[in-house]
């Protein structure tokens, strides 16, 4: 099974030419790939993947604010990939320790927020993504689409 993501387009924010600024940013992702899930395994898949967000025109330190949509779920309790008809249950985490869904700040969900820098116009943030144990999904290949949205 496998994940891809998708990244959204960016609207830049304006900001007084006095205080701290971004012109624009552009991202870009690296897929969550959990290679092969086998049924009713006793242990979850886990993989990683990588958000980078590249800025420019930046003065003094900003933050930006990192979003992961739903996907084919709707929802950030659990997303699913599906396989045609069928489906398999995963998420998406800020943290190594599964404990913050990466989402959008709603619900069971947060929001990641970084800081970009003239000295360091770029921040590489890693998705990690969880498969649960003791599934039992139909053979197939199973896809996601995730949008990545970072507002500054």
Do not use: H
Not at 99 to 118: A, L, M, R
């Amino acid at each position: 099974a496998r994940l891809a993501l998708l990244c959204a387009a960016l609207a830049a924010l304006g900001a007084p030419a006095a205080r701290a600024a971004i012109n624009s940013c552009t991202v870009s992702a690296t897929s969550v790939a959990f290679g092969t899930y086998t049924p009713l395994q006793t242990s979850a898949l886990t993989s990683t993947g990588v958000i980078a967000v590249s800025c420019t025109g930046v003065t003094g330190t900003n933050a930006i604010y990192v979003q992961l949509s739903t996907g084919n779920s709707g929802n950030y309790t659990t997303r699913t990939m599906t396989s045609g008809a069928y489906t398999l249950s995963y998420n998406l985490y800020a943290t190594a320790a599964t404990t913050y869904i990466w989402g959008n700040g709603t619900g069971v969900s947060y929001e990641v927020e970084d800081y970009i820098t003239n000295v360091q116009p770029t921040a590489n943030l890693t998705v990690y993504g969880q498969v649960n144990s003791g599934q039992d999904p139909a053979p197939g290949t199973y896809t996601d689409s995730i949008t990545v949205t970072v507002n500054y």
